[in-house]
């Protein structure tokens, strides 16, 4: 993505230059020249952001301006509250309506990632979209190494190792059998044991070398899309052990995952079936 201004329609007002992270904006009013330099742009979108009057290109098109009235709406006080609102009433839902995901809400819903605020802007987080059959198949493989996991658990030497390694809880006899018998209904295609059945699962991904943060970035886009999906009546859940268990290039190449990238995050979408009517209690982070 290139990144011009246009010497015509710019006023050298100077704050595309003072809000760029890597400096490389030189405006001289005297001159009225305006330059971005060809190196060292991370491509951020924050001088064309900024112009007051759009002088500044990508790719040779304006940015689309925010529509009238919505940054005045933006920070009102009814706007505020139904954002405190998405934040503190969205639950991890673990249960879902037999209804595909609109077409355009799971556009809206990527589109929130793609836009998600990445460290030193470095994009690197990528999507991929199970549906359907490829849901049933990737629950399926998971539940495979599930089963494994369960079996050695359930021996003598598994609940010695499960409470040296510090996770006595998921070691619990009456745990670990309800987990079996939640496996056996996922293969008899009765249960989902790990998508509860979503028509939709996202996986989020980095690449496996040259990035630092890639979690991070998953993180962060994943959360945005999470609360994109809320505010559109959709649900998610966080499944963090389809993440763990996918530990292999291998495993993670069944589900669609490049060699050279790891996955960050793994949430499902869908139509809860369930209803909620009050926010949740936590303790609170005041020292």
């Known amino acids: 993505m290139t990144y011009e201004i246009n010497s015509t329609e710019c006023t050298f007002c100077g704050l595309c230059a003072a809000d760029c992270p890597s400096r490389i904006i030189t405006i001289d009013k005297n001159s009225q020249t305006a330059e971005i330099a060809s190196s060292g ?5 924050h001088c064309a952001m900024i112009c007051p009057v759009g002088a500044v290109r990508a790719d040779g098109e304006q940015l689309q301006s925010y529509p009238a009235g919505t940054a005045e709406f933006a920070s009102s006080p009814d706007a505020v509250a139904a954002f405190e609102h998405l934040i503190k009433s969205k ?3 673990r ?4 209804q595909p995901i609109d077409p355009d809400d799971l556009k809206a ?3 929130a990632g793609e836009l998600t605020a990445t460290a030193s802007n470095s994009r690197q987080v990528k ?3 199970l549906l359907d059959n490829d849901v049933r198949k990737a629950s399926l493989l998971i539940c495979g190494i599930l089963k494994r996991v369960v079996d050695i658990g359930l021996s003598p ?3 010695m190792l499960i409470k040296l390694a510090g996770l006595g809880r998921y070691g619990a006899k009456s745990l670990l059998e309800d987990y079996r018998t939640r496996i056996e209904d996922t293969f008899k295609g009765s249960s989902d044991a790990f998508f509860f059945q979503a028509p939709a699962v996202v996986v989020l ?3 496996a070398k040259g990035k630092r943060f890639g979690r991070t970035d998953c993180a962060l886009a994943g959360e945005n899309m999470m609360l994109t999906a809320h505010a559109r009546g959709i649900s998610a859940c966080m499944i963090g052990f389809a993440e763990a268990a996918l530990f292999t290039k291998k495993l993670r190449r069944k589900v669609g995952v490049p060699a050279d990238r790891r996955i960050g995050l793994v949430f499902t979408l869908g139509y809860s079936s369930r209803k ?3 926010y949740p209690k936590r303790e609170s982070w005041e020292a």
């Open 127 to 129: 999507s991929i979209v």
């Open 95 to 98: 249960s879902y309506k037999e």
């Open 109 to 111: 819903i990527i589109s």
């Open 91 to 93: 639950r991890s839902v």
């Open 205 to 207: 991904t980095y690449p």
């Open 157 to 159: 030497a598994g609940k």
């Open 276 to 278: 909620y009517y009050r």
């Open 41 to 45: 742009c991370i491509e951020c979108s």
